[in-house]
């Protein structure tokens, strides 16, 4: 395949020594004339592991030069990889100055070859940045419609600096963000014969995943370092902890605990990351990260209130009362929690849950219910027809079959989804649904 790489920074000079040498002829693009006659002459612009001898290798064969004129490079391709810098702004707001005049340069170009041409913009990019922002500037210069007359793709990098040659022969996964199937099918094309699977997905996921991937990173590496602070200011092996905590693939080091949901409760994790963060404190130790995590927990809930009071109706239903299904443990449950914040605002509430019962409640578990929801005998429902009955909204806390098989399409109270129903995606399109983070 034909390919012009626009960028030769660590991305795109990666991308285009890399795709050149798997048997396609590549231009690469650049603004700066020193990074163009360095890859003429067979020298990588940038230091990285391998790139030196692949980069004369594909030069010396022919299957990659560079250039700084647009319009020969878009001339002599059929697809283009967008590869150019998006750097923060003073404010932490992503800087999109460089996309927006490549692909404007690239859109005059196109519009005087004429063609099918296929743009895919590699760079890290905020979502709705590629459909609100760029598409619209390619549009107006091509003077056609995007997924029509030229092909649209999002297709984020996961290379490492250091180690991106090898990265890119050998990734963790592709991930193809599609305007339309043909622009999909040509950048998997591009990348025939690598391993790792292939997520086609439409092109604002295409953008998040690069973002959730960084994010969850950096979190890693914040978590990691702050309780390797704490455990050194208690005299305990860090090391050592991280080894048997890394150990454990079923609920550590796995999709355990990762999907969007409801706020977390229960007798353990609040206490123990309250208990955690003052040992840190009275070691003074600052741990951030690990300080707001109960915090952030507190504001996801107020989301489902807010989610409510958006509604402007009162009468409220909750489903789900216990702080995890199959129990009836009550204590620091969010879900009792939450009851409590729409009581204390005047909603009329009423609540079901099949596993508590006031008269089987004893001990802690029943002086907790006490002390946060004193009114609860008043405030429960003997069945999942009587929620239903009384309210207008309702806030589905579980996955209870004899709740779900209840729950109204499209019709009777707006439903609030704490945790991601199962047949959500279908519930999306009726009127009356909310997913709390979907």
């Known amino acids: 395949m034909r390919i012009s790489v626009f960028g030769l920074g660590y991305v795109g000079c990666v991308s285009a020594a890399c795709l050149a040498g798997m048997g396609h002829e590549v231009i690469g693009v650049d603004v700066n004339q020193v990074k163009v006659d360095l890859v003429n002459d067979g020298k990588a612009p940038v230091v990285e592991e391998r790139i030196g001898e692949l980069t004369a290798d594909v030069v010396r064969t022919g299957a990659l030069r560079a250039t700084t004129d647009v319009r020969e490079a878009i001339m002599g391709s059929e697809v283009s ?238 489903f789900g009362l216990s702080f995890k299904p199959g129990t009836d443990d009550l204590r620091e449950s969010p879900l009792v929690e939450l009851a409590e914040r729409l009581h204390g605002k005047g909603y009329d509430l009423r609540i079901h849950d099949a596993n508590v019962s006031l008269s089987r409640l004893m001990g802690a578990n029943r002086e907790y219910i006490e002390t946060r929801l004193p009114h609860l005998a008043q405030l429960l429902a003997d069945s999942v027809e009587e929620v239903l009955d009384h309210a207008e909204v309702c806030l589905v806390g579980t996955k209870d079959p004899a709740v779900l098989a209840a729950l109204p399409h499209g019709g009777g109270p707006v439903i609030v989804d704490l945790i991601r129903l199962p047949d959500a995606e279908t519930r999306r399109t009726e009127p009356g649904y909310m997913g709390l983070a979907w």
Request: charged residues 20%.
């Open 81 to 318: 990889l967008i590869c150019v810098g998006t750097p923060s702004e003073p404010n932490g707001s992503l800087c999109t100055t460089y996309l927006e005049r490549v692909t404007e340069e690239i859109g005059a170009a196109l519009a005087e070859r004429g063609g099918r041409h296929t743009v895919v913009f590699r760079s890290t990019m905020l979502p709705g940045t590629c459909l609100n922002l760029l598409v619209p500037i390619l549009e107006k210069n091509i003077g056609g419609t995007a997924g029509v007359d030229v092909g649209v793709a999002v297709n984020p990098e996961f290379l490492r600096e250091g180690t991106s040659v090898r990265d890119f022969f050998d990734p963790p996964k592709t991930v193809i963000g599609e305007l339309d199937p043909a622009s999909g099918d040509v950048v998997a094309a591009l990348y025939e014969g690598l391993p790792g699977e292939v997520f086609r997905v439409p092109v604002p996921t295409a953008e998040a995943i690069k973002y959730a991937d960084n994010a969850f990173h950096g979190l890693k590496i914040g978590f990691a370092n702050e309780l390797g602070a704490v455990c050194q200011a208690l005299g305990v092996d860090s090391h050592q902890v991280i080894d048997v905590f890394l150990a454990d693939r079923k609920l550590n080091i796995s999709p355990a605990y990762l999907r969007p949901g409801f706020a977390f409760g229960g007798s353990c994790l609040p206490k123990d990351l309250r208990s955690l963060v003052y040992a840190a404190q009275r070691a003074d130790v600052s741990v951030p990260i690990l300080s707001h995590v109960l915090p952030s927990n507190a504001d996801h809930l107020q989301r489902a209130v807010d989610l409510v009071e958006r509604t402007g109706k009162r009468k409220v239903g909750l």
